[in-house]
T-cell receptor, first 114, second 110 residues
Framework: ETGVTQSPTHLIKTRGQQVTLRCSSQ?????VSWYQQALGQGPQFIFQ???????GRGNFPPRFSGLQFPNYSSELNVNALELDDSALYLC?????????????FGQGTRLTVV | DAKTTQPPSMDCAEGRAANLPCNHS???????VYWYRQIHSQGPQYIIH???NNETNEMASLIITEDRKSSTLILPHATLRDTAVYYC???????????FGAGTQVVVTP
């Protein structure tokens, strides 16, 4: 158990729809990162939020957007879903400090776009 | 693209040490070496990290060469539960912007 929870665990959407995925970070962690993992591949960094501001973004189009709330929980929103958006979406929370720390991942949300 | 190169797969006998290599020839002086693993259908799990000294914790040991261009993760006594994909990552950002490659699929057999 990492203390990072994601909801829902599974989701099926139709092409063109919009989806919102949620993540509760580990207590005391103020940084949340989102990843997309296609079948058979390693996770790909989407973006990161630190203290409610976006703090870095990977190579994903603007229809991927996010939010971080004052309690540091986060949402990932994807508009105009495409078939290739089918993947496992992972959330990771981490703390900040002088020394390097690890990221703690949730179990992920499996999104299927049909 | 990932900054590391790992073999795509390796097998290990239960109870034996598993030595997982990683090449990171373009590593910068301020980049750490991280290892994560991902057991099927779960999120990645942190194992260990280091800068230039060898590191050991309850899960594994990390050996980094003197020139820092490669490293080896050692699982001292592999168990069936160690079957997973192992990712070697070099990163300056310790706060979660991790660049994963394809990793090494490790299968531990009885």
């Amino acid at each position: 158990e990492t203390g990072v929870t994601q909801s829902p665990t599974h989701l099926i959407k139709t092409r063109g729809q919009q989806v919102t995925l949620r993540c509760s970070s580990q207590s005391g962690h103020n940084t949340v990162s989102w990843y997309q993992q296609a079948l058979g591949q390693g996770p790909q960094f989407i973006f990161q939020y630190y203290r409610e501001e976006e703090n870095g973004r990977g190579n994903f189009p603007p229809r991927f957007s996010g939010l971080q709330f004052p309690n540091y929980s986060s949402e990932l929103n994807v508009n105009a879903l495409e078939l290739d958006d089918s993947a496992l979406y992972l959330c990771a929370s981490s703390g900040r400090g002088r020394t390097s720390t690890e990221a703690f991942f949730g179990q992920g949300t499996r999104l299927t776009v049909v | 693209d990932a900054k590391t190169t790992q073999p795509p797969s390796m097998d290990c006998a239960e109870g034996r040490a598993a030595n997982l290599p990683c090449n990171h020839s373009t590593i910068s002086g301020n980049e750490y070496v991280y290892w994560y693993r991902q057991i099927h259908s779960q999120g990645p799990q942190y194992i260990i990290h280091g800068l230039k000294n060898n590191e050991t914790n309850e899960m594994a040991s990390l050996i980094i060469t003197e020139d820092r261009k490669s490293s080896t993760l050692i699982l001292p006594h592999a168990t069936l539960r160690d079957t997973a994909v192992y990712y070697c990552i070099v990163n300056t950002d310790s706060w979660g912007k991790l660049q994963f490659g394809a990793g090494t699929q490790v299968v531990v057999t009885p």
